[in-house]
Each structure stands twice: as C-alpha cells, then as structure tokens.
C-alpha cells in the first residue's frame, strides 16, 4: 500500500503520503474462467440507482443466500464517450465516478477502484479483458448517508472490503465477496470504541486477508483466512504506527513509524520479524511481490526535511530472502510511487517535470511512468502524455496507471507492455 507523515490534497485527487495502494498481489490465478461476463453482470445495464435507494451495494432480500450474508448486484456502466489516446498498446478502462486517490487495485482479470470526491465515494470492478465495466458497491464519506466503506483488495476472483454504518454502534464488519456471487459473507465484525478507530488497508492473497485495525486493542496489523478461523495479530508495539499490509504467500511487508520510518517483514505462522530498511533515512511507500521488496528511499535527499518535502526519493529494492538494499533508480529527480510483479518495477518519475526534484508536485507537473527489467536493470520511460501519469501498478505484462482524461476526469489506464514494445 505505504503511508507516510504526510498529507497532499489537491481535489478531487487525493493522496496520502508515499502509497501505491493495495495493488500488489502476483499470482492471481484461478479466477473461474467458465463464468461469462453475462453471469457476472447480474443486472440490465439501464438500471437507474439512486443513493437514497441503496444498502452500499446490497439489494432486495434474497431467502436463498447463507445466514449472515448479503445480497450483491453488479450494474454496467455504459458510456459514449471515447477515451483518450494513450498510445501504442494502451487503452482507457475506467469510465464510471473520477477515480479516487490512488484507491484501486489491480488482479488477473479484474481492476477494483473507488470512484468519487470526499464526500461520497463508489467502487467500480473492470474486467480489462473484455472492457466491462459495473459499479459494485455504493458507499459515502459523511453522516446521513448510509455506509463508509474501505477500498476492496482482489485477488484469485475474490473481493474483500469493509463497511461502516454512521449511525448505531459504529460496527466495521470485514466482507468476502466472490466476483459472480448474488452475495458477499461476512468475515469478522469490529465495534468501535470511539468515532476516530478504524478497520482499513486491506490486502488479499490467496485464502488470507490482512489489514490495520484500531478498532481492537492493541492498534496494529491483523490477519486471518478467508474460510474462516481465528484472527492473528501480526504486529507487537502498541500503537497505529504502521503502514498498510502487504501480503504474499505467508510473509507480510509493511512500514513501521516506531523509531525511523522503516520497511518491515513479519511471517504469519511463526512471527518472525525482520527489519529490511534499518537506516535513519525514511524508507515508505513500499511493493512487495513474494521476490522483491521494493520502496521510495530519502537517503539522497538534501531537503531539510528529508523524506517529508519529497526534494529527492528514489527507488531502492531488495530482492529476497537475503538480498542486499540496492538502487534500482537514483536519477537526480524525484522517484516515487514504485510497484513490482513478476521481475518488472514501474514508478512515478519527475525527470521531465520543469521542477524535477519536487515530488509535491506531482497533480500538475509533467510526470512519467518509467519501468526497469529487473533481470537486465534496463530501464524505459513507459508513458509520455501531457500532465501527470501517476500510481503504477503491474501485473504480468501489463501496466496499470492513473492520468487524466478527455474530459479532465483521472481515470485508469492500461499497457500491454509487449504490444507497446516496451519490454
């Protein structure tokens, strides 16, 4: 995901520190390739939905799903407008509500991504094979409205994302949602003690969910399998103190803000933890693929704040299990942003912005997305449009990223890297 001390805001493109969202899950295989989109797509496409009307996503009482679940409807989104050009191999997939922040997340198959401004937000699923589009979920930022939600983490066709009522006890229950279900199953539900805790960050790999919880005592990092069991806490300082989960197999990377602001790994079963960035520089923003850590690293940044001014990061990585910390891209501009899959990292790059060393900058200056070869080091500037093209993601060989639209509205964007020629 990837938090630090930080807080840009510039509307209605939202984001917080150093983070590349929950998009960082390599092996998303076993997603049920015999069901059609028809099977997916539940309902006509001209349904009208009115948020008045809603239950963030569930309709009408179904006496067929399980105790406990809810029902779920998928309905398309149609638009007639053409999306922008982006070049050779790339192509506009989101269409629905601007996209929110760097609020998505990226499967095979499948793109997960909240759509909307601060007050009310949507999700949207993609299926980028075949270009649908449906809105899943109905949720918002504010009291009166029925439901704040957290953004979904997929994964081998599954969803899971958390709900909140404003009103009653503040309870944030955690939900699992196959993709082609008529119902999402509850995994675990959370009573707030006060308005201010939370259940959010979640990670999706395989049969384990992870994510940050205060909503429990000790605030931390949490796991547990989506078929049920117990819930293991990961993390041991008392404290909110750390970064969203990223999960892989049965290894979790995180950040820690306990001392300096460090890159960490912990193992689900024995708890095993290890300091990857013990170093007084800030490292933040980290991806994590099973192989490669990958993070945004302050050490060459000459600001006077180092890491918190973004002057200077650049992309460090170490590859696992007992890889030494090396530069993958010490380009004297700002690097930002990473994420890695399968042997690729892409990230945010000021080099051609007309202030190059300032990350801060990054909703109006002239910013690409750049891609190295892990196997070779060999590095391509993998995008080139007017403006900002920000938040890679990677999976297989495609590239994933967020940019503006014909009609000045950020949306996603995907690259098939090897129709690009890129790698």
């Known amino acids: 995901m990837r938090w630090v001390n930080i807080a840009v805001l510039t509307a209605p493109f939202l984001v917080v520190g150093c983070t590349s969202c929950s998009g960082n899950r390599p092996g998303d295989a076993g997603v049920d ?42 309905v398309e989104i149609h638009s007639d407008r053409p999306g922008l050009d982006c070049g050779r191999g790339c192509r506009q997939l989101s269409f629905g509500d601007e996209v929110f922040g760097n609020r998505y997340d990226v499967g095979s198959q499948y793109v997960i991504y909240e759509g909307g401004d601060l007050r009310r937000d949507n999700f949207f699923l993609i299926n980028y094979e075949s270009g649908k589009e449906s809105q899943f979920a109905w949720c918002s930022h504010s009291q009166g409205d029925p439901y704040n939600c957290a953004l979904p983490a997929v994964h081998n066709g599954y969803l899971v994302y958390d709900t909140r009522p404003w009103e009653s006890d503040f309870d944030w229950t955690l939900w699992l949602y196959r993709i082609g279900d008529r ?19 979640i990670d999706l790999y395989d049969r384990t969910v992870v994510w940050w919880d205060s909503t429990i005592y000790p605030a931390g990092l949490y796991a547990m399998g989506i078929d049920g069991g117990d819930v293991i806490g990961l993390t041991r300082n008392e404290c909110g103190c750390y970064g969203p989960p990223l999960i892989w197999g049965r290894q979790v990377v995180y950040e820690s803000w306990a001392h300096y602001t460090d890159v960490w790994m912990v193992n689900i079963d024995t708890h095993e933890e290890r300091n990857l960035t013990d170093d007084e520089p800030l490292q933040f923003s980290a991806a994590f ?22 002057y200077n990061p650049d992309i460090y990585g170490m590859e696992l299990p007992n890889g030494e910390i090396e530069p993958l891209c010490d380009n004297p501009a700002a690097q930002m942003h990473p994420d890695v899959h399968d042997g690729l990292v892409a990230w945010r790059d000021f080099r051609n912005a007309e202030n190059p060393n300032d990350g801060n900058q990054w909703a109006t200056a002239n910013v690409d997305i750049y891609l190295m070869d892990l196997a070779t080091r060999r590095e391509v500037q993998a995008t080139d449009l007017p403006g900002p093209e920000v938040e890679p993601r990677i999976w297989g060989h495609r590239l994933f990223y967020v940019a503006k639209d014909l009609i000045g509205q950020w949306a996603i964007f995907m690259v098939d890297l090897d129709e690009a020629g890129l790698l």
């Open 183 to 201: 119902y999402r199953t509850p995994l675990v539900t959370r009573t707030m003690t006060e308005r201010a805790r939370a259940l959010r960050d």
């Open 289 to 310: 693929d099973g192989q490669w850590v990958v993070w945004c690293d302050s050490r060459n940044d000459t600001s006077p704040n180092p890491g918190y001014l973004l």
């Open 33 to 74: 390739a015999d069901r059609s989109d028809s099977d997916i797509l539940q309902h006509d496409a001209d349904v009208e939905v009115h948020d008045a009307d809603v239950d963030d996503g569930s309709q009408p009482d179904d006496a067929d799903i399980p105790d406990g679940a809810m029902p779920v409807n998928l």
